[in-house]
């Protein structure tokens, strides 16, 4: 996760509408619609977390999209202390609201880099675990995480698609400190990352 300066707060542009799901139903859609402001937040959540949720392929994808243009229809600026509709704007809340991991009580449940695959933090435990290059998906994730990822050190981003026949690029969603959310291609060799697989990840 990367740092940028904060921004002003202001009212962001309604978001594509979705069915909100359960904590025992797959996420059928993008991300929710209500109006709202990015906003201060303690980042450990008081409530306990739910099992996780499945969540497609596809609607992980179109969640992460809607990023693109939700801060007055333009990309979300990065915070690694602001919050978006209850998620946290910096790459592992992004990936987070992506895969639409909740809270017991349904609020979002904003993971770390290092929570992500090692648990903590208030979190229930590892969500993700390492895959190899070859098995790369739509909405499985690259990034630095685990041991020594916290704050600056670590990053996570959602894979999207090969960007060329050899697969030595691949194009990502991405919440990083220059500029807010991207969609854009990085080399395999980009800061020596990883492949990571959401364990409750769905075809489709």
């Not at 797959?26 to 739910?50: I, M, Y």
């Not at 992004?94 to 992500?116: C, E, F, I, K, R």
Request: hydrophobic content about 40%; some cysteine.
């Amino acid at each position: 996760m990367r740092h940028s300066n904060l921004v002003a707060l202001g009212a962001m542009a309604a978001l594509a509408t979705a069915v909100a799901p359960t904590t025992s139903a797959v996420a059928v859609g993008p991300l929710p619609s209500p109006a709202g402001v990015a906003h201060r937040q303690d980042a450990a959540a008081a409530t306990p977390a739910a099992a996780m949720i499945p969540t497609k392929r596809s609607v992980a994808i179109a969640r992460a999209r809607t990023w693109l243009t939700a801060w007055h229809g333009g990309p979300v600026p990065y915070s690694q202390t602001r919050f978006l509709n209850g998620w946290r704007t910096d790459c592992s809340g992004y990936v987070s609201m992506a895969w639409n991991l909740q809270n017991a009580n349904g609020t979002p449940l904003n993971h770390n880099t290092d929570s992500m695959l090692r648990g903590g933090y208030g979190t229930p435990g590892p969500v993700v675990h390492p895959i190899g290059w070859g098995d790369l998906r739509p909405a499985d994730a690259i990034g630095f995480l685990g041991a020594g990822s916290i704050g600056d050190a670590g990053h996570v981003m959602l894979f999207e698609q090969w960007a060329n026949p050899g697969h030595t690029a691949y194009s990502v969603y991405e919440q990083a400190g220059d500029g807010g959310t991207h969609h854009r291609v990085h080399p395999i060799t980009y800061n020596h990352y990883r492949p990571y697989r959401y364990n409750k990840i769905l075809e489709g």
